[in-house]
């Protein structure tokens, strides 16, 4: 079974500081692997994924990670963040051509200005 | 992008009723609906997956009487949660997914509902 670690709860940042929201997961498969994004009273927006390919992921709003297999993470990664960039983030991984995603617990990015 | 709606975004109950909460993809057709509950400050946990005109397929622990999913087409989903109590007030979240997007799901904005 595959699951998923979001170590950091919370991540408190000063505005135009980078940031780093960090992920593990466990799998004896191969995976695909997602960063969502929740802002408050919403559904969630898909940051970016990593299928297959460059271990680096680029993605919206400014955001990448990076695939390591051998350390099994997918961090988060935002050299500069922005006010609004406030929000709950998920980490989710899904079986190699599944639908079904695990998500992470979430980590809360709170931007202060 | 693909839009995903969901109806009502809030609704309160009394304990012993049924609420019915309703999943529309708007600009696409949706082969494969999700349904995640999220309690607060937790993460999604899926609850059920439907394929439209299929029964669903209820994760374990998750009573399939209690929790009625129905996905009689390729643009709506409902899930109808049956004589609800207390412990179901939560945050109930669809996704979907589309033929052409077999890789990504768009999710709706979520129901919160709380049962008194």
């Known amino acids: 079974a595959q699951s998923v670690t979001q170590l950091d709860s919370q991540v408190p940042v000063f505005e135009e500081a980078p940031v780093e929201l960090r992920c593990n997961y466990s799998s004896s498969v191969s995976v695909y692997l997602f960063w969502y994004v929740q802002y408050p009273n919403q559904g969630l927006q898909l940051l970016l994924k990593y299928l297959s390919g460059s271990t680096l992921v680029k993605g919206i709003n400014g955001f990448e990670a990076e695939f390591n297999k051998s350390q099994t993470s997918f961090h988060l990664r935002k050299p500069s963040v922005h006010i609004s960039d406030t929000a709950e983030y998920f980490c989710a991984v899904s079986r190699y051509n599944t639908d079904k995603l695990i998500f992470g617990t979430g980590t809360r990015l709170q931007v202060f200005p | 992008g693909a839009v995903v709606s969901q109806h009502p975004s809030r609704v309160i109950c009394k304990s012993g009723t049924s609420v019915k909460i309703e999943c529309r993809s708007l600009d696409f057709q949706a082969t494969t609906m999700f349904w995640y509950r999220q309690f607060p400050k937790q993460s999604l946990m899926l609850m059920a997956t439907?394929?439209?005109?299929?029964?669903?397929?209820?994760e374990q622990g998750v009573e399939k009487d209690k929790f009625l999913i129905n996905h009689a087409s390729l643009t709506l989903s409902t899930l109808t949660v049956t004589s609800a109590h207390p412990e179901d007030s939560s945050f109930y979240i669809c996704?979907?997914?589309?033929?052409?997007?077999?890789?990504?799901?768009?999710f709706g904005p979520g129901t919160r509902l709380t049962v008194l």
């Open positions: 996704s979907a997914r589309g033929q052409s997007t077999w890789n990504e799901q768009f």
């Open positions: 439907s394929n439209e005109g299929s029964k669903a397929t209820y």
